[in-house]
């Protein structure tokens, strides 16, 4: 797997890292897959921090593609030297996740000169409007009002989060709006961020596992701007599980320049829902599905109980008021086995301190 031709390139009024990525397999091999542009695109003010020179974005990106295609990486670019020592522990831990997945092979250009490190380095946090990243950033604003660990910076991505098979390049305008009316009320400032990394790598690619290295690489295409960045935790330390984001590998991102940070997995989804609630701003432009809250899928129907029981639902202006108890019975069963049970537990115990829907408790 070779990626080359890295540019940085103006597209739509936007400022664009992308690189060709091809097969090093023959012809003739079932596995070599067709080419295509990697490419990320950010907002013209960041352009003074790209370069052609940074191959690390593709290196989080396409380790894990390359691992489970058992492809060299070749990469036109260059990385960082603390990043390098530690590809050998990045592929253990994937391959301990994986087991199907190969070590392989990492070559990168010789280090070259890269942008000078912004005056004043930006702190950033990913913010996907989900209970994960808003339980990050309020926890931030709350423990760190105004000192050198305040996030600045909120990088919301579109590409990420896929509802449909035919993937739309333009920026959701709702998600947006409301991503930037977060900032706005936060006092942050946005990196609205859109790339075709999932989209693109699909075929060779699983999603669960390369996810981490994906949101990696937009934070590595910004090394010479952010100091921090924060990626919100999914589960607690001591439910951890095989997780292409996981508090192990997360920080192995991390560059001299670069701080990566696996946050927040001291508390579980329950009790970030009843912390991030108490916000209005929350309830205003909560976003848990892909679809902007359907109502009626595995990831809305855990969020409307966690507000019901809370007593918040009422409150909320992006998840229905009602929950469709039958949804939640044929959802919950076909999933049942990959449900975090700890979530489940809670949420029954909760219930038996208050009343509730009639067949809701048969539902988990």
Not at 163 to 187: I, Q
Not at 195 to 201: D, G, L, Q, S
Not at 206 to 214: L, N, R
Request: hydrophobic share 40%.
């Amino acid at each position: 797997m070779r990626v080359a031709e890295i540019q940085v390139v103006r597209v739509d009024e936007q400022c664009q890292l992308q690189g060709w990525v091809e097969s090093d397999r023959n012809a003739h091999d079932g596995n070599r897959f067709a080419p295509f542009w990697l490419w990320y695109r950010f907002p013209l003010w960041c352009e003074p921090f790209l370069t052609p020179e940074n191959g690390m974005p593709f290196l989080a990106a396409l380790l894990a593609p390359a691992m489970l295609t058992g492809e060299r990486l070749a990469i036109a670019g260059s990385i960082s030297p603390r990043l390098a020592r530690r590809l050998d522990d990045i592929q253990a831990i994937y391959a301990s996740f994986e087991p199907r997945w190969q070590r392989v092979d990492v070559q990168t250009a010789a280090p070259a000169t890269s942008p000078p490190p912004a005056a004043n380095p930006a702190q950033g946090v990913f913010l996907s409007l989900g209970v994960d990243s808003f339980y990050s950033l309020l926890k931030n604003l709350e423990t760190h009002p105004a000192d050198d660990e305040s996030v600045s910076h909120l990088l919301t991505v579109h590409g990420f989060d896929m509802a449909y098979d035919a993937w739309d390049e333009r920026f959701p305008a709702k998600f947006l709006e409301n991503c930037e009316r977060v900032a706005r009320e936060t006092g942050k400032t946005l990196i609205p961020v859109t790339t075709n990394v999932r989209w693109i790598t699909r075929p060779i690619s699983g999603w669960e596992m390369s996810h981490g290295g994906a949101l990696a690489s937009v934070a590595l295409a910004l090394d010479a701007f952010l100091s921090q960045i924060r990626i919100a935790a999914s589960t607690t330390y001591d439910k951890l599980y095989p997780w292409g984001s996981h508090p192990v590998l997360d920080p192995l991102w991390s560059t001299e320049r670069l701080e990566v940070i696996h946050d927040g997995c001291e508390i579980g989804r329950v009790d970030k829902m009843r912390f991030v609630a108490r916000s209005q701003l929350v309830l205003e432009t909560l976003k848990v599905c892909p679809a902007y809250n359907c109502g009626g899928c595995i990831k809305c129907l855990p969020a409307i109980i966690d507000l019901m029981q809370a007593g918040l639902l009422d409150r909320c202006t992006t998840l229905p008021h009602e929950l469709d108890v039958a949804r939640a019975q044929v959802v919950f069963r076909a999933y049942q086995g990959r449900l975090s049970t700890e979530n489940y537990a809670r949420r029954l115990a909760n219930m038996a301190e208050g009343d509730g829907p009639p067949g809701l408790r048969d539902t988990l």
